[in-house]
Antibody, heavy 124, light 109 residues
Framework: QLQLQESGPRLVKPSETLSLTCTVS??????????WGWIRQPPGKGPEWIGS???????YYNPSLKSRVTMSLEASKNQLSLILTSVTAADTAVYYC????????????????WGRGILVTVSS | EVVMTQSPATLSVSPGETATLSCRAS??????LAWYQQKPGQAPRLLIY???TRATGTPVRFSGSGSGTEFTLTISSLQSADFAIYFC???????????FGPGTKVDLK
């Protein structure tokens, strides 16, 4: 059974960098059949897609965050990572990693497997 | 960017009744629309994709309809396990920007 687990600091200071890791078990991230995504959800609000990454390293980012986001994969550890720079209070949210459909035109890109999420608070 | 809106924000329903939730896209997303259920402290769970296709494990009392800009999720014979927040998500845009709605909370009347 596929499981995803987010980890990282739960408190980040304004202007600093948020770094999260997602460890995947029960399946390999090195697959052509799925992409891997990061989604965040501010308290009391709807989810926001941050970006997606394919095992080939191909990435797609939300344009609203693109200048501050970097996603990567480490196949040997079956992990994906998220870096978000220059954070502000507006970046406070629960951050999820998820397995999703491959990002390509006319594809079904839904988020079928999610981690439990990690609440990251940006505060001094 | 395709903006998703949902109505109502909160829907109060009694067990056994039918709940009808609406989702609207700011421009056509064809049938590239999914619905998720989220319970407190949990991640969203995929219920429906392609506007009306149930994901594995989704009970038949959940049904989706619509295309273009107007979509509906109907929950028939509501059960206690169905009290949750429901989000819609479009995946039509290219280059990809996947957007979610703000959600509809279904609670106990």
């Amino acid at each position: 059974q596929l499981q995803l687990q987010e980890s990282g600091p739960r408190l980040v200071k304004p202007s600093e960098t948020l770094s999260l890791t997602c460890t995947v078990s029960g399946g390999s991230i090195n697959t052509e059949f799925y992409d891997w995504g990061w989604i965040r959800q501010p308290p009391g609000k709807g989810p926001e897609w941050i970006g997606s990454i394919h095992y080939s390293g191909n990435t797609y980012y939300n344009p609203s965050l693109k200048s501050r986001v970097t996603m990567s994969l480490e196949a040997s550890k079956n992990q994906l990572s998220l870096i978000l720079t220059s954070v502000t209070a507006a970046d406070t949210a629960v951050y999820y990693c998820a397995r999703q459909g491959v990002v390509e035109p006319n594809a079904i890109v839904t988020f079928g497997n999610w981690g439990r999420g990690i609440l990251v608070t940006v505060s001094s | 960017e395709v903006v998703m809106t949902q109505s109502p924000a909160t829907l109060s329903v009694s067990p056994g009744e039918t709940a009808t939730l609406s989702c609207r896209a700011s421009q056509s997303v064809s049938s590239n629309l999914a619905w998720y259920q989220q319970k407190p402290g949990q991640a969203p769970r995929l219920l429906i994709y392609g506007a009306y296709t149930r994901a594995t494990g989704t009970p038949v009392r959940f049904s989706g309809s619509g295309s273009g800009t107007e979509f509906t999720l109907t929950i028939s014979s509501l059960q206690s396990a169905d009290f949750a927040i429901y989000f819609c998500q479009q995946y039509n845009a290219w280059p990809p920007i996947f957007t979610f709605g703000p959600g509809t909370k279904v609670d106990l009347k």
